[in-house]
Every structure is written in structure tokens, then in C-alpha cells.
């Protein structure tokens, strides 16, 4: 059986990334910090994934074991040193934290002389996921082992998209997802190409399929959060039925096809047929998806290279509209919630900063022009005395 490696046994690791790798006869590794599911894991074994559809089908995952880093590490770099894959869904700012771990991994392969190509596929909602992670790991690696990587280890950036909710089921591996899943890999980043996995979409050019996801579902589903939110509304299905945010999400999503046009090669028809599922993948009844999970860390979600920042700075530059996008990212600074470590800090910022500061401070935008547009929507939802 082939060796898997998977950091983050969470809604998407197991939702998603564990049921392909099982179909593709990998023994998983599940490697996470939560002990609830790193012992049910050692448990059970095994676990369910259930569509959240009429049907209610259930695919069943098995051979799986669960490695708690902080307690195990060893483990886990003698899980790395045997892996034929690794992959991580985890989190981006969690990626640096990870980053040592598998350098020590990599470093184990490199000591017993492991010719075998390994390829580390970051499964996170970011651009360049996998070579932002390749970067951090690189700071744990001597120059030796950074030639081994150079030769051995591939870092291929991917594109991940099943939309899984916050789970509270009483078995707490089992886990409901939407039917729908892609997941594309960048196969020109690939070290070990000979190992195709059934189900993974390998493209010579990631670009065009992560934008597309990126800013079609990241950015729609934070665009009905956000306002959502604004609206007083609790789960992304409550915001739906309101016509204004519905009409919001249609405007944006016309925003970002214009991009996607003026950027790649796809058709107008098969992007207002992929957004057209998009709104209702959203809208899927069986599926509660909070809106504090879709606006999840703000900050992280207004950076420069983000779902928000990146459309508005893009369209900007070829003078195509974007003003609402801007005017979501309005609605952003006015979000709240307490139990969200960065929209404390970002409301926080707001009280005790100049707004221009926090602008450039978060966004990284330079622009005079864009600053006194974000600023402009921005002042539209929040009282700011500067
Ligand atoms: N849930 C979804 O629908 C999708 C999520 N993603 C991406 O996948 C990533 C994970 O998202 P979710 O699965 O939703 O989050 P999650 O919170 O359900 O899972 C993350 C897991 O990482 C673990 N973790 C956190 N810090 C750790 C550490 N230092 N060491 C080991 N494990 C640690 C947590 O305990 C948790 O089990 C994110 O980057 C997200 O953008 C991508 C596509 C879809
Ligand atoms: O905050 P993150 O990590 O991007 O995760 C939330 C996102 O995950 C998804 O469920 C799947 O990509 C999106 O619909 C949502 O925008």
C-alpha cells in the first residue's frame, strides 16, 4: 500500500483530501494537534464521509492512523522518511509552524539515501500555496539538504475546492461535505510525475484554475459573509434569501469574469455556468455553513495577494469597474466577532490607528487612487474619526 502524510485532519483533510487518497489505495497518516480527533483516529481507524444531499451517500475511509506532532514528532518524521506523498490542509498562517517538522522529514529521507521523489502538495486557500511553504521550509534546511530538495522533492502548488462546514457530529471523524470537490494540481512543479492520483486534475498552468477558484468561490462566499454579516444574518443559506446580498454576490461575480476574461483564456458562457453552480453550491439546504467560518480571519482575507485585494488592484489597472468588490471590502472592516483572533485585532487597529494606516497596513495597497476608494467605502459603513 502506498504511504500518505496529511497535516490537518480537519473538515477539509478528512472531507476531502483523505477520501481521494484512500480511493487511491494510500494508508493515511493524519497528522494534527487535536487530540479528540488524533485518538478516535488511533481508534477507529476508519471514518464517513456523507454528501449533504438527498441521498445522504456515504463514502468510507479506512486505513487511517492519527500522529499528534507536539506529542509524537518522531512520528512524523519517520512517516515523512516512508511517505510516497505528503500533503497538508491546515491553514496558511499555520504552514511556517509545520514548516521545521517536515524539513526534519526531508532531512530523514536525505540520511538514508532515499532516491525516491516525494512531492508536498499544500491543499490551503492561497495562491502559491505549496512554494510559500517550500520557502518556509527551506529556513530548516542546510545547504545539503536544500540540493536533495533540489532534486528530490517537488512542491507543486494546487487548487482545492469542496466546500466542508464546521462539523458538530457525535462521531468526530465523521463528516459532511457538498458533493461537489476539485482539485487540481500544477503538474510542471512535480518531482515525482510518475505518480498520477485518480481524481486530481493535473494542469501544465495552475494559474488560470486558482484564480478562477480563488476569486469565484473564495471571493463570493466571503462576499455573502461579509455582507451577511453586515445584515445581521448568521449562516451563508440565511444571507442567500436575502435578495440585496444575492444581487451583491451576481455583481461581484460579474466583476470577476471580467477579469477572468481580460486574464485567460475561458469563455464568458462557461464562467456564468461555473458561477451559476457556484451560487448554488452555496445555497445547498443541507449544508449549515456559518458565516463565521466563511469570514474567518479577515486580515488574512484582505491581504494583497487575497481573494479581495488582488481582483480590485487587477481590474483597477485595466479600468474595469470593481465597485463591489470595494464595497465589500467596506462591509470587512465593519465585521465583528469576538471568538476571531484577527477581527478583534482588525477593530482593534480601526480604534486606535489613522484608517489610511490600517489600509496600507493590511492590504498593502500603495495606489493614492485605490487607498481613497477603500477609504471612501470603508466610511460608508463605519464611524472612523480619521
Ligand atoms: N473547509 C473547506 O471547505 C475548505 C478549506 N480549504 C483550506 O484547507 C485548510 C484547512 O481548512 P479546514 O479544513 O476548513 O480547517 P479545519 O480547522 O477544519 O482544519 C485544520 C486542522 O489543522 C489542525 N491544526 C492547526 N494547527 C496545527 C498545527 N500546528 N499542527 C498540526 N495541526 C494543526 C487543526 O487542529 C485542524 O484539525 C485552509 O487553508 C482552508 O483554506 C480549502 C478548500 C475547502
Ligand atoms: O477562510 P478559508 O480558509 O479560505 O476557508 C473558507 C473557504 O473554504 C471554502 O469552504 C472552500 O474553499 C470556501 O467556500 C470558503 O471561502
Redesign the pocket.
Known sequence: MKQAVHFGAG??GRGFIGEILHQNDFAISFVDVNETIIDALNAQKEYDIELASDAHEAIHVDNVRGINNAKNPEAVIAAIADADVVTTAI??NILPFIAELLAQGIHARHVANSTTPLDVIAC???IGGSQFFLSKVKEHLDEADLAYVDQYVGFPNAA??????NQSNVDPLHVIVEPFCEWVVDESQMKNAALKIDGVHYASDLEPFIER??FS??????TV?YNGAAAGYTTITEALTDETIMATLRDVQAEIRALLLAKFDFTEADLVAYHNTICE??ANPYII?KIT?????PI??LGYDE?FIRPIRELSERDLPCDTLIATVGKIFTYQDENDQQAVELQAKLATTPLVDVIKDVTGVTDAALIAKLTAAIKANLKVKN
Open positions: 473538515n477539509i491553514g496558511p490551503e486557500n492561497m482545492v475546492d469542496r466546500i466542508v462546514p477558484k480563488l468561490v473564495n471571493t463570493g462566499h466571503a459573509a453550491r452555496f455553513d467560518r466563511v469570514g474567518r480571519t488574512r482575507k481573494r
